[in-house]
C-alpha cells in the first residue's frame, strides 16, 4: 500500500516534462560579465571579443525567474513541495546538485528550461528530523537541442525532529487559546517550547499573574532547551482518542528548565518508558494553525 | 459558631441502578426525589430548597414542576463533577441551620451509561471557552482526554514514590466487589471478583487495569435535608449532619494537579479531612464505616493517607490484613461503591451511610454510629461525617 505522498510523487512524476520556460533574456555579455566579477572568474574566454562563450556554470542563471518570479503552474517541483508542506514537511534543504554541459552557450542565444520529477523517496528519518528526497531534472535547450542538465535534489522535513506520522488534523482535539497562553502556540508553531516567565521565576502552564501578585509586572518567555526526564507516564489503550492511535504514551515532564509539561511520548514502546528517561522535545505539525509539543526519547 | 449536629439527613431515596434505564433523566430525577421525600414522611410541597450538580441535566425548577413543588426560596449547583456529592448536603445544610429553607433536597439523576459516558473523550470538556478549557488545553490535545488517563498518570507516580503494586490497587476493587455481591440492589449483585481476575484485565490506562475503573450508570439518588429537631419528629431515625466540608489545594485544577510539589498526594482531601476532624472533634478511630469515593482505586488509597487513617505511603499496607472488610477496622463501601453497586456521582455512597446509621443496610456493620463518606478525588471535593441521633 502506498501513501498519499507516494501516490501524488507518481501522479507527478507520470506528467514526465514540464512547457519549456523561455529564458527572460538571450545570452548576452552585460549578465556574464557581472557574474565572472562576482565569482571572480578571470578566464579571457568569457571576456568580451569576437568568440566569447558564456561560463558553463552560469546556466541556471539564464532561466532564473526573477526576484518576483513565480513558478510556472506545471512545475513538477512546484507541486511536489506544496504537497510534502500539507503534510507537515515545511522545511526544505537542497542535498545535491550535479550538471552536465553539452555545450558551451554564446551571447544571443535564447535558451529555454524543462523539469521533471524523478524521485521521491521517504519518510527518512534525518538529522535535520523526518523528511522526503525530492529529485528534479532540468534540461536546457536552444531550440530542440539539449545544451545542459540538471539533477536537483533537496530534502523537505518536518522541523524540530520530526515525528512518525502526521496528526489526524480533522480529529485532533484543538486547544482553547487565551490571551495568556497564544505564545506558547505561537512558538509551537515554530519549534519552539515556550515557558511563561516572570523576571526569574518559569511558569508552566501560564496565566495572567506572577508568583508575587504584581498587577505591574508584565510577562515574557524563554525557550525551553527542550531537554527533560519523564516525571510520570501512562500507556492509554481505551478509548480511543481523538487523532492517536493506541495504545500510546502521554508523559508528564520535568524539563531541565525545572517545570514540568506534558505531551505524546512520540517514539518509545510503552516498556521502554519509565520515570527518569531522559526525552526531548519534539513538534506534531497538525496543520497550519496548531502544532502540538511532544516528547521522544533522547539519543 | 458551627454547622455541626443543626441539620440532618431524614429521608433517602433511589432509582434502580441499570445500564439503560429506558426513560428521561428528568423522570429519574423526579423518581428518587420523589422517592426520598416520601421516606421522609413528606409531601413535595413540604420541600422549598434543591440543590445538584452543575454537571445534572435537571434544573431545579424542572423537578419542581415534575412533584409539584409549589415555591422554592433556596436553589444552589455545585461544580467539579464528582467533587460535589457531598457538598450539595453541605449547602443543603447551610440553608437549614440559617433559616434560609425548610426541606432542601439534594439530587443527582443521569442516565451515563445509556446516555453520555463520561469514561469516553469528552470534546465539550477540550472546547468549553472558559478556564477550565484553557486548562485542558494542555492536556486534552495531547492525548490525556478520558479520567482514568488523567488518574493513571498520577498512579503512577504513587506507585514509583511508595513502591505499592497493582495488586495494591486491585484489593480496593476486590473488597467494594465482595460487598456488591450481597447487595441486591448494585449491578454487580452476586458478581465478586478476586486479585488474579484484577489482574488478569486488561489494561484501560496502564497503571490502571479494567477493574480498577468503576462501572458507569443510569440512576438517580436524592437525600432530604432538614433541621435536625424536625428530623427528630419524622418517622426515620435521622443522620446528624457532624461535619460537612469542601475543599480545594494548591496548585488546584480538574482531574490534572500535575504542577504541584507532590504528584502522588489529594491535597484538596486532606483540606477537607482537616475541617471534618475539627468540626466533629472524632478521632480516626471513632469512624465505623468510610464511604470513600471510588471511581479509580489508586484514589482510595490516597483518601486513606490524606484523611490520616495511615501515613502517607502506608496505604498498601493499611489495606493488605482485611481492614476493609466489614468486619475489620475501618469498613470500607458496605454498598459495593461505584465500583460494585453504581456510579451516581457519590451520591449512593451518602444514602449508604445513613443506611448504616439507621441500621437498615443489607450488609450492616453492627453498632455503626459515625460514617465519613468522601466525594469525588483528582478534583475540588467534598466529605461528611454523618452520626446516628
Same mark, same amino acid.
Given at each position: 500500500?502506498?501513501?498519499?505522498?507516494?501516490?501524488?510523487?507518481?501522479?507527478?512524476?507520470?506528467?514526465?516534462?514540464?512547457?519549456?520556460?523561455?529564458?527572460?533574456?538571450?545570452?548576452?555579455?552585460?549578465?556574464?560579465?557581472?557574474?565572472?566579477?562576482?565569482?571572480?572568474?578571470?578566464?579571457?574566454?568569457?571576456?568580451?571579443? #569576437?568568440?566569447?562563450?558564456?561560463?558553463?556554470?552560469?546556466?541556471?542563471?539564464?532561466?532564473?525567474? =526573477?526576484?518576483?518570479?513565480?513558478?510556472?503552474?506545471?512545475?513538477?517541483?512546484?507541486?511536489?513541495?506544496?504537497? !510534502? /508542506?500539507?503534510?507537515? &514537511?515545511?522545511?526544505?534543504?537542497?542535498?545535491?546538485?550535479?550538471?552536465?554541459?553539452?555545450?558551451?552557450?554564446?551571447?544571443?542565444?535564447?535558451?529555454?528550461?524543462?523539469?521533471?520529477? #524523478?524521485?521521491?523517496?521517504?519518510?527518512?528519518?534525518?538529522?535535520?528530523?523526518?523528511?522526503?528526497?525530492?529529485?528534479?531534472?532540468?534540461?536546457? &535547450?536552444?531550440?530542440?537541442?539539449?545544451?545542459?542538465?540538471?539533477?536537483?535534489?533537496?530534502?523537505?522535513?518536518?522541523?524540530?525532529? =520530526?515525528?512518525?506520522?502526521?496528526?489526524?488534523?480533522?480529529?485532533?482535539?484543538?486547544?482553547?487559546?487565551?490571551? /495568556?497562553?497564544?505564545?506558547?502556540? %505561537?512558538?509551537?508553531?515554530? =519549534? #519552539?517550547?515556550?515557558?511563561?516567565?516572570?523576571?526569574?521565576?518559569?511558569?508552566?502552564?501560564?496565566?495572567?499573574?506572577?508568583?508575587?501578585?504584581?498587577?505591574?509586572?508584565?510577562?515574557?518567555?524563554?525557550?525551553?532547551?527542550?531537554?527533560?526526564?519523564?516525571?510520570? &507516564?501512562?500507556?492509554?489503550?481505551?478509548?480511543?482518542?481523538?487523532?492517536?492511535?493506541?495504545?500510546?504514551?502521554?508523559?508528564?515532564? %520535568? !524539563?531541565?528548565?525545572?517545570?514540568?509539561?506534558?505531551?505524546?511520548?512520540?517514539?518509545?514502546?510503552?516498556?521502554?518508558?519509565?520515570?527518569?528517561?531522559?526525552?526531548?522535545?519534539?513538534?506534531?505539525?497538525?496543520?497550519?494553525?496548531?502544532? !502540538?509539543?511532544?516528547?521522544?526519547?533522547?539519543? | 459558631?458551627?454547622?455541626?449536629?443543626?441539620?440532618?439527613?431524614?429521608?433517602?431515596?433511589?432509582?434502580?441502578?441499570?445500564?439503560?434505564?429506558?426513560?428521561?433523566?428528568?423522570?429519574?430525577?423526579?423518581?428518587?426525589?420523589?422517592?426520598?421525600?416520601?421516606?421522609?414522611?413528606?409531601?413535595?410541597?413540604?420541600?422549598?430548597?434543591?440543590?445538584?450538580?452543575?454537571?445534572?441535566?435537571?434544573? +431545579?425548577?424542572?423537578?419542581?414542576? +415534575?412533584?409539584?413543588?409549589?415555591?422554592?426560596?433556596?436553589?444552589?449547583?455545585?461544580?467539579?463533577?464528582?467533587?460535589?456529592?457531598?457538598?450539595?448536603?453541605?449547602?443543603?445544610?447551610?440553608?437549614?441551620?440559617?433559616?434560609?429553607?425548610?426541606?432542601?433536597?439534594?439530587?443527582?439523576?443521569?442516565? +451515563?451509561?445509556?446516555?453520555?459516558?463520561?469514561?469516553?473523550?469528552?470534546?465539550?470538556?477540550?472546547?468549553?471557552?472558559?478556564?477550565?478549557?484553557?486548562?485542558?488545553?494542555?492536556?486534552?490535545?495531547?492525548?490525556?482526554?478520558?479520567?482514568?488517563?488523567?488518574?493513571?498518570?498520577?498512579?503512577?507516580?504513587?506507585?514509583?514514590?511508595?513502591?505499592?503494586?497493582?495488586?495494591?490497587?486491585?484489593?480496593?476493587?476486590?473488597?467494594?466487589?465482595?460487598?456488591?455481591?450481597?447487595?441486591?440492589?448494585?449491578?454487580?449483585?452476586?458478581?465478586?471478583?478476586?486479585?488474579?481476575?484484577?489482574?488478569?484485565?486488561?489494561?484501560?490506562?496502564?497503571?490502571?487495569?479494567?477493574?480498577?475503573?468503576?462501572?458507569?450508570?443510569?440512576?438517580?439518588?436524592?437525600?432530604?435535608?432538614?433541621?435536625?429537631?424536625?428530623?427528630?419528629?419524622?418517622?426515620?431515625?435521622?443522620?446528624?449532619?457532624?461535619?460537612?466540608?469542601?475543599?480545594?489545594?494548591?496548585?488546584?485544577?480538574?482531574?490534572?494537579?500535575?504542577?504541584?510539589?507532590?504528584?502522588?498526594?489529594?491535597?484538596?482531601?486532606?483540606?477537607?479531612?482537616?475541617?471534618?476532624?475539627?468540626?466533629?472533634?472524632?478521632?480516626?478511630?471513632?469512624?465505623?464505616?468510610?464511604?470513600?469515593?471510588?471511581?479509580?482505586?489508586?484514589?482510595?488509597?490516597?483518601?486513606?493517607?490524606?484523611?490520616?487513617?495511615?501515613?502517607?505511603?502506608?496505604?498498601?499496607?493499611?489495606?493488605?490484613?482485611?481492614?476493609?472488610?466489614?468486619?475489620?477496622?475501618?469498613?470500607?463501601?458496605?454498598?459495593?461503591?461505584?465500583?460494585?453497586?453504581?456510579?451516581?456521582?457519590?451520591?449512593?455512597?451518602?444514602?449508604?451511610?445513613?443506611?448504616?446509621?439507621?441500621?437498615?443496610?443489607?450488609?450492616?456493620?453492627?453498632?455503626?454510629?459515625?460514617?465519613?463518606?468522601?466525594?469525588?478525588?483528582?478534583?475540588?471535593?467534598?466529605?461528611?461525617?454523618?452520626?446516628?441521633?
Amino acid at each position: 500500500m502506498s501513501t498519499p505522498i507516494e501516490e501524488a510523487a507518481r501522479r507527478i512524476a507520470a506528467q514526465g516534462e514540464s512547457r519549456p520556460r523561455l529564458a527572460r533574456d538571450p545570452v548576452n555579455q552585460a549578465m556574464i560579465n557581472n557574474w565572472v566579477e562576482a565569482m571572480g572568474d578571470a578566464n579571457p574566454r568569457y571576456a568580451p571579443g #569576437e568568440d566569447t562563450v558564456a561560463p558553463p556554470a552560469m546556466i541556471q542563471a539564464w532561466t532564473m525567474p =526573477g526576484l518576483h518570479g513565480q513558478r510556472a503552474g506545471d512545475d513538477p517541483l512546484g507541486a511536489m513541495m506544496s504537497i !510534502l /508542506d500539507d503534510a507537515g &514537511y515545511t522545511s526544505v534543504v537542497a542535498t545535491n546538485s550535479e550538471q552536465n554541459y553539452h555545450r558551451y552557450l554564446r551571447p544571443g542565444e535564447h535558451v529555454s528550461a524543462t523539469n521533471r520529477l #524523478e524521485s521521491v523517496a521517504g519518510p527518512k528519518r534525518t538529522a535535520l528530523g523526518e523528511g522526503w528526497f525530492v529529485t528534479t531534472r532540468t534540461t536546457w &535547450y536552444v531550440g530542440d537541442e539539449v545544451v545542459a542538465d540538471m539533477l536537483f535534489r533537496v530534502l523537505k522535513f518536518r522541523p524540530g525532529g =520530526g515525528t512518525t506520522a502526521a496528526a489526524e488534523p480533522a480529529a485532533v482535539l484543538r486547544p482553547v487559546i487565551s490571551k /495568556d497562553t497564544e505564545f506558547f502556540w %505561537e512558538g509551537t508553531r515554530l =519549534g #519552539e517550547l515556550r515557558i511563561q516567565r516572570w523576571g526569574d521565576t518559569l511558569r508552566h502552564p501560564p496565566g495572567p499573574m506572577p508568583p508575587d501578585g504584581d498587577l505591574d509586572a508584565k510577562p515574557g518567555w524563554v525557550v525551553a532547551r527542550g531537554t527533560g526526564t519523564v516525571y510520570s &507516564y501512562l500507556v492509554h489503550h481505551h478509548p480511543q482518542v481523538p487523532g492517536k492511535r493506541t495504545p500510546f504514551v502521554v508523559a508528564l515532564v %520535568e !524539563l531541565d528548565e525545572g517545570v514540568r509539561v506534558l505531551g505524546e511520548l512520540l517514539d518509545a514502546s510503552p516498556d521502554e518508558v519509565h520515570i527518569g528517561l531522559p526525552v526531548e522535545a519534539a513538534f506534531v505539525r497538525v496543520d497550519d494553525e496548531l502544532t !502540538l509539543p511532544a516528547w521522544k526519547v533522547r539519543a | 459558631m458551627t454547622l455541626s449536629g443543626k441539620a440532618a439527613i431524614a429521608g433517602i431515596g433511589a432509582t434502580e441502578f441499570s445500564k439503560d434505564s429506558g426513560r428521561s433523566e428528568l423522570r429519574l430525577a423526579a423518581e428518587c426525589v420523589s422517592a426520598a421525600v416520601r421516606d421522609a414522611g413528606l409531601t413535595p410541597s413540604d420541600v422549598d430548597g434543591l440543590v445538584t450538580f452543575t454537571m445534572d441535566g435537571n434544573a +431545579e425548577i424542572a423537578v419542581a414542576r +415534575e412533584l409539584g413543588i409549589p415555591e422554592l426560596s433556596f436553589f444552589s449547583r455545585i461544580h467539579y463533577g464528582g467533587g460535589a456529592a457531598a457538598a450539595t448536603v453541605q449547602q443543603a445544610a447551610m440553608a437549614v441551620a440559617t433559616g434560609m429553607a425548610d426541606v432542601v433536597v439534594a439530587y443527582r439523576a443521569f442516565n +451515563e451509561r445509556s446516555g453520555m459516558r463520561f469514561g469516553q473523550v469528552s470534546s465539550a470538556a477540550a472546547h468549553q471557552v472558559n478556564t477550565s478549557g484553557v486548562d485542558n488545553s494542555f492536556h486534552y490535545p495531547m492525548g490525556l482526554a478520558t479520567p482514568a488517563a488523567t488518574v493513571a498518570l498520577v498512579a503512577q507516580r504513587y506507585l514509583h514514590t511508595y513502591g505499592a503494586t497493582s495488586e495494591d490497587f486491585g484489593r480496593v476493587a476486590v473488597v467494594d466487589r465482595k460487598h456488591a455481591a450481597t447487595n441486591p440492589d448494585a449491578w454487580f449483585h452476586g458478581k465478586p471478583i478476586t486479585l488474579a481476575e484484577h489482574q488478569a484485565s486488561r489494561w484501560v490506562a496502564e497503571p490502571l487495569h479494567l477493574l480498577d475503573c468503576c462501572q458507569e450508570s443510569d440512576g438517580g439518588v436524592a437525600l432530604v435535608v432538614t433541621s435536625a429537631e424536625r428530623a427528630r419528629d419524622l418517622p426515620n431515625p435521622p443522620a446528624l449532619i457532624t461535619a460537612a466540608a469542601q475543599g480545594s489545594g494548591p496548585g488546584q485544577y480538574i482531574m490534572t494537579s500535575y504542577y504541584r510539589d507532590d504528584l502522588a498526594a489529594l491535597p484538596e482531601m486532606g483540606v477537607v479531612g482537616g475541617q471534618l476532624w475539627r468540626q466533629s472533634g472524632l478521632a480516626r478511630s471513632d469512624i465505623d464505616v468510610a464511604v470513600l469515593y471510588d471511581h479509580f482505586t489508586p484514589y482510595v488509597l490516597m483518601q486513606l493517607e490524606e484523611l490520616g487513617f495511615c501515613g502517607r505511603g502506608e496505604a498498601k499496607d493499611f489495606v493488605r490484613d482485611g481492614a476493609l472488610e466489614l468486619d475489620g477496622a475501618l469498613p470500607l463501601n458496605p454498598h459495593g461503591g461505584q465500583l460494585g453497586e453504581a456510579y451516581i456521582h457519590g451520591m449512593n455512597g451518602i444514602a449508604e451511610a445513613v443506611r448504616q446509621l439507621r441500621g437498615t443496610a443489607v450488609n450492616q456493620v453492627g453498632g455503626a454510629a459515625n460514617v465519613l463518606v468522601t466525594a469525588g478525588t483528582g478534583v475540588p471535593t467534598s466529605g461528611l461525617i454523618l452520626t446516628a441521633a
